[in-house]
């Protein structure tokens, strides 16, 4: 089948030189509904299913590396993650902050680069929330974050489901997905995913790597 030029010169920019193309439907690997595709470093699960369902998918407790910006008083403010509300694991700048030990105390307002009231140390709010205090005024913090974390996917209209980190973060080692239980290391590896294109016609076509078993 002859590829559109602009069509392939896409496929060549993302290293998955796709030239099998097949209706819209569940595409499996191997025979395989559920599988993997790890390109540059970055694993990505794919799932078959009929187009517009969904899948649930709980990835368990993911540690996320977020960055952050202090404000104008230095100070960081950190909500509640999912799943987490003791901020197990919880990191800034690499320093562990225990959230056990750290008093309650009130937020202040900042007004021309100073608090209206003096916090010397990091505190909790009443409602959870961590605050870091006395880091560079308006810099960017480094906060690792562990927390649940659960995604709801669409299948696409050729058929296939997508599951990619989240922000910050990569895939754990396991996760479950409509109650059943994954691991990554398990699942059949297919080098490079199918893509889904739309036709001018308004049809779909699921385009799968050349390196792919009929």
């Not at 225990?98 to 008093?103: I, K, N, T, V």
């Not at 913090?141 to 659960?150: A, E, H, I, Y």
């Not at 910050?168 to 691991?183: D, E, H, K, R």
Request: net charge positive.
């Amino acid at each position: 089948m002859k590829i559109p030029k602009n069509l392939a010169l896409l496929l060549v920019s993302t290293s998955a030189i796709a030239t099998n193309s097949v209706p819209a439907k569940a595409i499996q690997y191997k025979g395989a509904s559920v599988y993997k595709a790890t390109e540059n470093g970055i694993t990505t699960v794919y799932f078959d299913g009929t187009a517009g369902n969904h899948i649930a998918v709980d990835l368990g407790n993911v540690t996320r590396t977020l960055s952050k910006v202090a404000s104008a008083c230095g100070e960081v403010k950190i909500s509640v993650p999912k799943g987490n509300s003791s901020f197990t694991g919880l990191k800034v700048d690499g320093t562990a902050i225990d959230y056990s030990a750290l008093p309650v105390n009130t937020l202040p307002t900042c007004k021309n680069g100073a608090l209206s009231q003096a916090r010397t140390a990091n505190f909790k709010t009443a409602k959870g929330q961590v605050v870091i205090v006395g880091k560079t005024p308006n810099a960017s913090v480094s906060v690792v974050l562990p927390g649940d974390k659960r995604k709801n996917i669409t299948i696409n209209s050729c058929g296939i489901g997508v599951l990619r980190g989240v922000k910050g973060s990569t895939l754990p080692a396991a996760f479950s997905a409509n109650g059943t239980n994954y691991t990554l290391a398990s699942l059949p590896d297919a080098g490079h995913g199918p893509v889904c294109k739309k036709a001018a016609n308004g049809t779909y076509s699921a385009y799968t790597p050349s390196g792919w078993p009929n």
